[in-house]
């Protein structure tokens, strides 16, 4: 796929789409290939989407290719949501097939991380506002398994860390959606309402499943932090269990990336620094090392602005060197298109990349 990412503010007539759009019950809503029309536009802005991919020639020789398949990804999306909506009536029996299909689903997963030959990884996926819960759910879990793969986990450990990080939020089905919207700022009482989903997603599946209790600890403490900050206990360092860890550098990375009701996306690269900036302070360092070197500050198809005050787009990362990418220029006037390697072309050395321009 020869691709970029913009804005859905800067989605024009006759672009054209290159990744799937699917409606929260996972049923294809938009095909990859389908040309943008007004009617389409007001459609995908309506449905919440802050960006999307799409295909022009300023793209070509950009190839992005998805950690996960677009049907793993959108059947993983699908089970999560079943379970979620479940888990509130408590019914044993379709929580049993719901958690049943969810296995599977992870094995794919896993499996799509463990057979991908990229180490860096692209998880920016285009995001609806709407879907947040259940995409924020799969998106977390791929990173988690990203994580747990560098770290040196065995496949029945990626196993329960995968179910863990899926159901990491799982708690907040049992939370008043109105609060968990909210846009306004939350009072003290909404806060602590709020912070009682990780220990109802534990109960839940104490209760209701049969994981091993590494599953059932690592949601409870998923917003511990390194440094004793967290929540529900206030753990510090490795008292806090390894898939908590993992799921909390995975959580906080795609939460930021990712619109809320009361604030914008963040740009994947002050994410990025956020993260690096909490090593051993809300994070585990060598989780914070693992992270850094797997997925990149500036993914392939981003819009960037240079320090010399030139736009490009983000043609290709370097693996050793995630921060100085090759930067494709657009054709101007009486120039054609070309290329600046920040790592390589020593007239570039003082140049850098100032931020991402959704
Ligand atoms: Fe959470």
Redesign the pocket.
């Known amino acids: 796929m020869f691709v970029r990412y913009v804005s859905v503010k800067a989605l024009k007539e006759g672009m054209i789409l290159a990744q799937s759009v699917h409606g929260s019950n996972g049923d294809l809503l938009v095909r990859n290939g389908v040309a943008m029309s007004p009617f389409l536009i007001k459609k995908l802005q309506n449905m919440g989407y802050s960006g999307l991919y799409i295909q022009d020639e300023f793209s070509d020789g950009i190839q992005i290719t998805d950690v996960i398949s677009d049907e793993i990804r959108n059947s993983s999306m699908k089970a999560a949501r079943s379970i979620m909506l479940n888990a509130v009536s408590g019914e044993k029996g379709l929580i049993r097939n719901d958690l049943k299909e969810l296995m599977n689903q992870l094995k794919k997963i896993i499996d799509s991380v463990l057979s991908s030959e990229q180490s860096v990884m692209n998880v920016m996926n285009i995001k609806s506002f709407d879907l947040y819960t259940y995409q924020h759910s799969v998106n977390v879990c791929v990173l988690s398994t990203i994580i747990g793969i560098s770290y040196g986990l065995s496949y029945e450990q990626l196993q329960n860390l995968a179910i863990t990080s899926i159901l990491?939020?799982m708690g907040k089905s049992f939370i008043d959606k109105n609060i968990l919207n909210k846009v306004e700022p939350l009072t003290e009482d909404e806060s602590n309402t709020i912070k009682k989903?990780?220990t109802l997603g534990y109960i839940f599946i104490r209760d209701k499943c049969t994981f091993t209790s590494s599953v059932c600890i690592g949601t409870l403490m998923?917003?511990e932090r390194y440094d004793g900050s967290g929540y529900p206990y206030g753990r510090k360092g490795n008292d806090i269990p390894l898939f908590a860890q993992i799921i909390a550098v995975a959580?906080v990375y795609d939460a930021m990336i990712s619109e809320r009701p009361y604030r914008p996306p963040i740009s994947p690269h002050e994410a990025y620094e956020y993260v690096i900036g909490n090593s051993g302070k809300h994070f585990n360092p060598k989780i914070v090392e693992i992270f850094s070197k797997r997925i990149t500050p500036f993914p392939e198809g981003f819009n960037v602005l240079l320090s010399n005050g030139v736009e490009g787009i983000v043609y290709k990362n370097h693996e050793d060197l995630l921060t100085r990418p090759i930067i494709k220029i657009d054709a101007a006037q009486d120039k054609e298109a070309y290329f600046i390697d920040l790592k390589n072309d020593p007239r570039a050395l003082e140049i850098t990349i100032k931020k991402i321009i959704v």
């Open positions: 990491h939020d989903h990780s998923h917003h959580d």
